[in-house]
């Protein structure tokens, strides 16, 4: 419209071909964008940042991570920016051949599957696992030394959110406070592609490593100890409650995995008496 104006088109003449009304096209002239369109705009950046961090999430989990950011909106109006952008859930998409659609590594392979460590905090390993109880399921972040085996960290949550990694990495950070330049060897999940625990990572002077797609010898190590807690634990009976389990669960760790359950590798020592043997300093933690 300007630029026909510039070129000697007077504006009304314009508006008349194009059937426009003069006051609407003056109005936003003036303001080009709207007060509703920013608002949209807000909302969506809200969403995306949720969306990034997590994208299992559907647009129902979205409006309430929103909110926390400061963005409140119904779930229709959530749907309809989803929809709109092709924000979907992870879980809503076509599956590949192996069920599986993992993000592009955040981190380049540094263990190569050589899950050996000559002393304590050298490899960390860290994966999630999840189980059923008539409240819902309940998932498990846990953190494992390769050098005794030990779970040095972990966190229970009834959300697999980014900050389920993030709070079981303060925690492992929280037992063992000499673990600068740790390796911490994770697989593709996006708990562990998401900006905050990378941020976590590198807050705590820790080293990324993820493996590759489709590799199941690259996480055995740690789903052997999974192996063990569903066995030991998750299907011995039928959980009412996720507080129930929460609590069974710790139990076993701390008390059997910890202290009672030999391990073969170890020279039939448990994880602790492992590191109070080969590293004393490991004892204080």
């Known amino acids: 419209m300007s630029e026909l104006a510039a070129g000697g088109v007077p504006v009304a003449v314009s508006l008349r071909v194009l059937k426009l009304s003069r006051q609407p096209y003056y109005r936003w002239l003036k303001h080009q964008v709207t007060e509703s369109e920013l608002v949209q705009a807000y909302r969506a950046h809200a969403l995306v940042d949720a969306h990034r961090d997590d994208p299992e999430y559907g647009y129902r989990f979205l409006v309430s991570e929103a909110a926390e950011a400061g963005e409140v909106m119904c779930e229709r109006t959530a749907w309809k920016i989803c929809r709109d952008n092709q924000w979907w859930s992870a879980f809503g998409k076509k599956r590949g051949k192996n069920g599986k659609r993992p993000g ?108 590759k797609v489709g590799a199941a010898g690259d996480n055995a190590a740690m789903e052997s100890f999974f192996a063990l807690l569903q066995k030991n634990v998750l299907d011995r009976k039928r959980w009412r409650t996720r507080e129930a389990l929460r609590i069974a669960i710790i139990t076993w760790i701390e008390r059997t995995y910890h202290r009672r359950r030999r391990q073969a590798r170890l020279g039939r020592l448990t994880p602790i008496e492992h590191e109070t043997i080969m590293n004393p300093v490991a004892l204080a933690a």
């Open 104 to 211: 592009p590594p955040v981190h380049d392979d540094l263990v190569k599957r050589d899950f050996t460590a000559d002393d304590v905090n050298e490899l960390w390993l860290t994966d999630i696992t999840e189980h059923w109880t008539d409240e819902g399921k309940l998932y498990l972040c846990a953190i494992k030394d390769v050098f005794s085996g030990r779970i040095v960290g972990y966190s229970i949550s009834d959300r697999m959110k980014a900050r389920l990694a993030v709070n079981a990495l303060d925690n492992a950070i929280s037992r063992r406070r000499d673990a600068v330049g740790c390796i911490v060897r994770s697989d593709r999940g996006s708990q562990f592609r998401s900006r905050k625990f990378v941020h976590a990572l590198n807050r705590h002077h820790l080293i990324g490593s993820m493996g």
